[in-house]
Protein backbone atom coordinates (compact mmCIF):
# COMPACT_ATOMS: atom_id res chain seq x y z
CA UNK A 1 0.00 0.00 0.00
CA UNK A 2 1.17 3.40 -1.14
CA UNK A 3 2.18 5.50 1.93
CA UNK A 4 1.62 9.49 1.08
CA UNK A 5 3.66 10.95 4.04
CA UNK A 6 6.90 13.03 4.23
CA UNK A 7 9.95 12.27 2.89
CA UNK A 8 13.19 13.71 3.45
CA UNK A 9 14.82 16.41 1.73
CA UNK A 10 18.25 16.63 0.47
CA UNK A 11 20.98 17.70 3.24
CA UNK A 12 21.29 21.01 1.59
CA UNK A 13 17.44 21.86 2.05
CA UNK A 14 17.03 20.76 5.99
CA UNK A 15 15.95 23.24 8.30
CA UNK A 16 18.44 23.12 11.26
CA UNK A 17 17.15 25.30 14.23
CA UNK A 18 18.78 25.79 17.73
CA UNK A 19 18.39 27.60 20.54
CA UNK A 20 21.49 28.07 22.43
CA UNK A 21 21.69 29.68 25.93
CA UNK A 22 23.93 29.94 28.95
CA UNK A 23 22.40 29.65 32.19
CA UNK A 24 20.64 32.57 33.77
CA UNK A 25 20.88 33.74 30.08
CA UNK A 26 17.78 34.57 28.07
CA UNK A 27 17.24 32.37 25.74
CA UNK A 28 17.92 33.49 21.81
CA UNK A 29 16.98 31.60 18.70
CA UNK A 30 19.56 30.87 16.25
CA UNK A 31 19.21 30.97 12.54
CA UNK A 32 22.34 29.19 10.76
CA UNK A 33 22.83 28.16 7.62
CA UNK A 34 21.24 25.41 5.76
CA UNK A 35 24.19 23.02 5.24
CA UNK A 36 25.95 23.56 9.01
CA UNK A 37 25.58 22.61 11.68
CA UNK A 38 23.43 23.68 14.66
CA UNK A 39 25.40 27.11 16.37
CA UNK A 40 27.30 25.82 19.92
CA UNK A 41 27.76 28.38 22.68
CA UNK A 42 29.36 27.35 25.88
CA UNK A 43 30.93 28.59 29.15
CA UNK A 44 31.38 28.05 32.46
CA UNK A 45 27.82 28.26 33.89
CA UNK A 46 27.02 25.45 31.06
CA UNK A 47 25.56 24.34 27.75
CA UNK A 48 22.21 24.41 26.32
CA UNK A 49 20.22 24.03 22.91
CA UNK A 50 17.16 22.57 21.76
CA UNK A 51 16.62 22.24 17.99
CA UNK A 52 12.61 22.59 18.39
CA UNK A 53 10.35 25.78 17.35
CA UNK A 54 6.97 25.68 18.83
CA UNK A 55 5.55 25.06 15.54
CA UNK A 56 6.87 21.88 15.19
CA UNK A 57 4.97 20.20 17.93
CA UNK A 58 2.06 18.12 17.44
CA UNK A 59 -0.31 16.55 19.94
CA UNK A 60 -1.52 13.19 19.07
CA UNK A 61 -5.16 12.91 17.33
CA UNK A 62 -6.11 9.55 19.78
CA UNK A 63 -4.81 7.85 22.76
CA UNK A 64 -2.81 5.23 20.28
CA UNK A 65 -1.45 7.21 18.33
CA UNK A 66 1.97 8.52 20.44
CA UNK A 67 4.57 6.93 17.75
CA UNK A 68 3.07 8.87 15.10
CA UNK A 69 2.97 11.95 16.78
CA UNK A 70 5.76 11.27 17.85
CA UNK A 71 7.43 11.11 14.30
CA UNK A 72 5.80 14.03 12.77
CA UNK A 73 7.45 15.94 15.30
CA UNK A 74 10.66 14.46 14.74
CA UNK A 75 10.19 14.88 11.32
CA UNK A 76 9.03 18.68 11.51
CA UNK A 77 12.22 19.34 13.13
CA UNK A 78 14.31 18.23 10.27
CA UNK A 79 11.93 19.34 7.26
CA UNK A 80 12.16 22.98 5.65
CA UNK A 81 8.39 23.02 6.91
CA UNK A 82 6.19 21.53 9.49
CA UNK A 83 3.42 19.37 8.88
CA UNK A 84 0.70 19.27 11.75
CA UNK A 85 -1.63 17.67 10.50
CA UNK A 86 -3.80 14.58 11.57
CA UNK A 87 -4.06 12.94 8.30
CA UNK A 88 -0.14 13.04 8.31
CA UNK A 89 -0.15 11.85 11.75
CA UNK A 90 -2.54 8.83 10.85
CA UNK A 91 0.09 7.69 7.96
CA UNK A 92 2.71 8.01 10.14
CA UNK A 93 1.19 5.80 12.55
CA UNK A 94 0.14 3.26 10.31
CA UNK A 95 3.31 3.12 8.56
CA UNK A 96 5.24 2.18 12.05
CA UNK A 97 2.47 -0.17 12.78
CA UNK A 98 3.25 -1.65 9.62
CA UNK A 99 7.37 -2.12 10.21
CA UNK A 100 6.40 -3.20 13.87
CA UNK A 101 6.84 -6.73 13.78
CA UNK A 102 4.29 -9.64 14.56
CA UNK A 103 2.73 -9.58 17.85
CA UNK A 104 2.62 -13.02 20.16
CA UNK A 105 0.16 -15.13 19.23
CA UNK A 106 -3.87 -14.15 20.41
CA UNK A 107 -3.08 -10.48 20.95
CA UNK A 108 -3.47 -7.78 18.72
CA UNK A 109 -1.66 -4.69 17.92
CA UNK A 110 -3.15 -1.10 19.10
CA UNK A 111 -0.15 0.80 18.61
CA UNK A 112 2.85 0.72 17.09
CA UNK A 113 6.39 -0.11 18.59
CA UNK A 114 9.44 1.16 18.95
CA UNK A 115 11.18 -0.81 16.18
CA UNK A 116 8.46 0.38 13.50
CA UNK A 117 9.30 3.92 15.07
CA UNK A 118 12.98 3.38 13.88
CA UNK A 119 12.30 1.73 11.18
CA UNK A 120 9.75 4.15 9.46
CA UNK A 121 11.82 7.13 10.49
CA UNK A 122 14.61 5.35 8.14
CA UNK A 123 12.27 3.94 5.65
CA UNK A 124 11.36 8.01 4.89
CA UNK A 125 15.15 9.31 4.84
CA UNK A 126 14.98 10.57 8.36
CA UNK A 127 17.79 8.35 9.52
CA UNK A 128 20.02 6.62 10.30
CA UNK A 129 18.23 6.13 13.21
CA UNK A 130 18.86 2.49 15.62
CA UNK A 131 17.82 1.28 18.90
CA UNK A 132 19.84 1.64 21.63
CA UNK A 133 19.86 0.52 25.07
CA UNK A 134 21.49 1.98 28.12
CA UNK A 135 21.93 0.80 31.69
CA UNK A 136 21.06 3.77 33.52
CA UNK A 137 19.31 6.99 33.05
CA UNK A 138 22.19 9.02 33.32
CA UNK A 139 24.12 7.01 31.02
CA UNK A 140 20.83 7.63 28.13
CA UNK A 141 20.71 11.42 28.29
CA UNK A 142 24.09 11.48 27.96
CA UNK A 143 24.11 9.83 24.87
CA UNK A 144 20.96 10.94 23.94
CA UNK A 145 22.80 15.13 24.18
CA UNK A 146 25.76 13.54 22.39
CA UNK A 147 23.59 12.19 18.99
CA UNK A 148 21.52 15.31 19.69
CA UNK A 149 24.44 17.75 19.45
CA UNK A 150 26.76 15.66 16.82
CA UNK A 151 23.94 15.23 14.62
CA UNK A 152 21.65 17.76 14.87
CA UNK A 153 18.74 15.56 14.94
CA UNK A 154 16.08 14.99 17.66
CA UNK A 155 16.06 11.28 19.57
CA UNK A 156 12.83 9.51 20.84
CA UNK A 157 12.59 8.11 24.26
CA UNK A 158 10.72 4.79 25.13
CA UNK A 159 9.00 6.08 28.42
CA UNK A 160 6.17 3.81 30.72
CA UNK A 161 8.21 0.88 30.69
CA UNK A 162 7.21 0.55 26.72
CA UNK A 163 3.84 2.08 26.38
CA UNK A 164 4.61 5.63 25.48
CA UNK A 165 6.90 7.83 23.43
CA UNK A 166 8.66 10.95 24.19
CA UNK A 167 10.68 12.97 21.71
CA UNK A 168 13.79 15.04 23.16
CA UNK A 169 14.75 17.64 20.94
CA UNK A 170 17.91 19.44 23.36
CA UNK A 171 19.01 19.43 26.45
CA UNK A 172 21.32 21.18 29.63
CA UNK A 173 24.31 19.95 30.22
CA UNK A 174 27.55 20.88 32.32
CA UNK A 175 29.54 21.38 29.06
CA UNK A 176 29.41 20.92 25.60
CA UNK A 177 29.50 17.22 24.51
CA UNK A 178 31.16 18.10 21.16
CA UNK A 179 34.09 19.26 22.78
CA UNK A 180 34.47 16.68 25.71
CA UNK A 181 33.51 13.63 27.14
CA UNK A 182 33.28 15.21 30.67
CA UNK A 183 29.64 16.54 31.17
CA UNK A 184 26.74 15.40 32.88
CA UNK A 185 22.91 16.43 31.29
CA UNK A 186 21.05 18.56 33.75
CA UNK A 187 17.45 18.86 32.25
CA UNK A 188 16.34 17.63 28.80
CA UNK A 189 13.88 19.38 25.81
CA UNK A 190 10.80 17.09 25.93
CA UNK A 191 7.87 16.66 23.25
CA UNK A 192 4.99 14.66 25.06
CA UNK A 193 2.36 14.30 22.19
CA UNK A 194 0.09 13.89 25.49
CA UNK A 195 0.94 17.40 26.63
CA UNK A 196 -1.06 18.63 28.52
CA UNK A 197 -2.95 15.41 29.62
CA UNK A 198 -0.54 13.30 31.59
CA UNK A 199 -0.96 10.22 33.21
CA UNK A 200 -2.56 9.75 36.38
CA UNK A 201 -0.29 6.58 36.87
CA UNK A 202 3.27 8.30 35.32
CA UNK A 203 2.51 12.21 36.63
CA UNK A 204 2.03 15.15 34.44
CA UNK A 205 3.61 16.01 30.65
CA UNK A 206 6.08 18.29 30.80
CA UNK A 207 5.62 21.26 28.87
CA UNK A 208 7.16 21.95 25.17
CA UNK A 209 9.96 24.21 24.97
CA UNK A 210 10.67 24.27 28.90
CA UNK A 211 13.72 22.02 30.15
CA UNK A 212 12.74 19.45 32.53
CA UNK A 213 14.94 18.57 35.27
CA UNK A 214 16.72 15.06 35.22
CA UNK A 215 14.26 13.67 38.17
CA UNK A 216 11.03 14.63 36.32
CA UNK A 217 12.25 13.21 32.81
CA UNK A 218 13.20 10.25 35.16
CA UNK A 219 9.65 9.68 36.79
CA UNK A 220 8.74 8.53 33.10
CA UNK A 221 11.68 7.40 30.95
CA UNK A 222 12.85 4.25 32.97
CA UNK A 223 13.87 1.09 32.06
CA UNK A 224 12.01 -1.24 29.28
CA UNK A 225 9.84 -4.38 30.97
CA UNK A 226 12.23 -7.54 30.59
CA UNK A 227 9.48 -9.70 31.37
CA UNK A 228 6.58 -8.91 29.05
CA UNK A 229 5.43 -10.64 26.42
CA UNK A 230 5.67 -8.00 24.41
CA UNK A 231 9.18 -7.64 24.68
CA UNK A 232 10.10 -11.34 23.73
CA UNK A 233 11.54 -9.64 20.14
CA UNK A 234 14.08 -7.13 22.06
CA UNK A 235 17.55 -8.60 21.83
CA UNK A 236 19.17 -9.16 25.53
CA UNK A 237 21.22 -5.72 24.98
CA UNK A 238 18.03 -3.48 24.86
CA UNK A 239 15.29 -5.63 27.23
CA UNK A 240 15.48 -3.99 30.49
CA UNK A 241 17.32 -0.61 29.65
CA UNK A 242 16.68 2.87 28.72
CA UNK A 243 15.91 2.73 25.24
CA UNK A 244 16.28 5.43 22.67
CA UNK A 245 15.47 6.20 18.98
CA UNK A 246 18.88 7.61 18.17
CA UNK A 247 20.12 9.22 15.20
CA UNK A 248 23.70 8.43 14.11
CA UNK A 249 25.51 9.77 11.67
CA UNK A 250 24.57 11.47 8.30
CA UNK A 251 24.79 9.12 5.26
CA UNK A 252 26.54 10.98 2.06
CA UNK A 253 22.99 10.75 0.73
CA UNK A 254 19.54 11.44 1.98
CA UNK A 255 17.85 9.57 -0.13
CA UNK A 256 15.28 7.25 1.46
CA UNK A 257 15.94 4.18 2.86
CA UNK A 258 14.02 1.06 2.21
CA UNK A 259 13.96 -1.42 4.70
CA UNK A 260 13.67 -5.16 3.39
Not at 7 to 29: G, K, Q
Not at 104 to 121: C, I, K, N
Not at 155 to 174: D, E, I, K, N, P
Request: proline share 7%; aromatic share 6%; charged share 20%.
Amino acid sequence: MEQRVPTARRMNDRRPRSRIVLSCALVLALLVPAAAAPAATAGASGYVLDLATTRDYVAQSNLVQCVGASMQMMINIEAPRDDRSATTQRRLQDLARSLSGPRPVGSERQGASVRGWTAGLNYLGYGPYRLVGEASLAEALRTAARAIRMTGRPVGLLVWRGRHAWVMSGFRATADPSVTDRFEVTGAYILDPLYPRGSKTWGPSPKPGRITSVDAVGRQFVARSSGSSSSRWLTSTLAGKWVLVLPVDLPTSRMALRLT
